[in-house]
């Protein structure tokens, strides 16, 4: 009967304990949002103001503009063809990093002053802006 009784504490503890992962994890999710809004609503009053950083005590707060890309679903060979007549060739392999993809058109967005040459039929280019806080050293 001993045996029994673990089984049945030790089901008891599991299901217990998978009750609180999902609690915590919606608990996170909860604050992840919050945490979101009030980087947006901090990135809107630093872009508005035309600041780019802010420090108040021992904590720095920076604008920063993150750019990730992707070739879009189905248009690989396309892209691929696109990477080679524009000298990417070499982050061309039996598929693109999304890394050395971003890398290639942030440097291309950035030598053209847009991304207007950068077809969005074939990749996607998705802008975050973001507000990037460091604590100072004491």
Known sequence: MGNVDNIIELLQNLNKTRQRI???EYEL?????????YEQELRTL???ADIQSFSH???????R???????KRDKFEEAKKWLFENGYS?????TVNARSL????KEKMEEDGS?????DSLFNLTLKKRVIIKSKRS
Do not use: H
Not at 29 to 37: G, I, S, T
Not at 57 to 63: E, K, P, S, T, V
Not at 115 to 119: M, W
């Open 57 to 63: 005590g021992n904590l720095m707060a920076y604008r």
């Open 46 to 48: 630093l872009d508005d």
């Open 29 to 37: 999710n909860v604050l992840k949002d919050e945490a979101y809004d």
């Open 22 to 24: 999902k609690e915590v």
């Open 102 to 105: 971003t890398s290639v058109l």
């Open 65 to 71: 503009d993150d750019i990730y890309a992707s070739v």
């Open 115 to 119: 991304n207007a040459a950068i077809p």
């Open 90 to 94: 070499d982050i061309v392999k039996e």
